[in-house]
């Protein structure tokens, strides 16, 4: 593959979003990226036109619509397998740059460790959802939870977001394990907007610099 792959996940409240938002118009001039290469933001779920549908589907039907945990986990496998099949792959094959709020370790942490759905299960969904393919890089955002909850606060939740603190306190230590597991990059998401952006950059320096 021509291109590199780079991920963002974390919590909900973690400040991805706007991580990602800076590190897009941060990596062109960054001296990383080829001349040639165009840079293509994307997230799931919600990264091509068929994933704004599945994601509507998956965060804001009415609760008594809501999909049963083993619909969930397929609406955001068939939402990956799209987004993998006609975004991903043909941008890396171009040689573009890719970076993406949220991939496969989102499933892992909120279907695996919140929802306690088999792990076999999503193992063999995120093969065929993804064809295997890894992203070059994954950062995680680490918050702690009740930072997590106090800047959300006040804000209208969707439906993963309203499953409460218990099930967000197993996504969060879910995603802690994922990364020692991974060999993630963690980054400490509670310090000041600038500290974090820089601490990206560092990492994203010593990773794919050269
Ligand atoms: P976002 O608000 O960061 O775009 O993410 C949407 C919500 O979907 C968020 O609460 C996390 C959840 N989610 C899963 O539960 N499983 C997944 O595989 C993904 C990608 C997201």
């Not at 990383?32 to 919600?46: I, N, Y």
């Not at 093969?127 to 680490?142: K, R, S, V, Y």
Request: glycine fraction near 12%; charged fraction near 25%.
């Amino acid at each position: 593959m021509k291109g590199r792959f780079i991920v963002l996940e974390g919590i909900d409240g973690c400040g991805k979003t706007t991580q990602l938002e800076h590190l897009v118009r941060w990596l062109p001039a960054s001296g990383l990226m080829p001349d040639s290469a165009g840079l293509v933001q994307t997230r799931e779920p919600g990264g091509t036109s068929l994933g704004r549908s599945v994601r509507e589907l998956l965060l804001h039907t009415a609760a008594d619509e809501a999909p049963a945990p083993i619909a969930e986990l397929l609406l955001y496998s068939a939402d990956r397998s799209q987004h993998v099949e006609t975004l991903i792959l043909p941008a890396l094959e171009r040689g573009d740059w890719v970076i993406s709020d949220r991939f496969s370790g989102s499933t892992l942490a909120y279907q695996g460790y919140g929802r306690g759905l088999n792990r076999l299960l999503i193992d063999q969904l995120e093969q065929i959802a993804t064809g295997g393919l890894q992203p070059d890089l994954t950062l995680l955002l680490e918050l702690p939870l009740e930072e997590s909850l106090r800047r959300r606060r006040g804000a209208a939740a969707d439906r993963i977001e309203a499953e409460g603190q218990a099930f967000l306190g197993r996504v969060s230590e879910g995603f802690a394990e994922i990364a020692q597991h991974k060999g993630w990059f963690r980054v400490d998401a509670a310090a000041a907007p600038e500290g974090v952006s820089q601490a990206l950059e560092q990492v994203l320096l010593e990773q794919l610099g050269g």
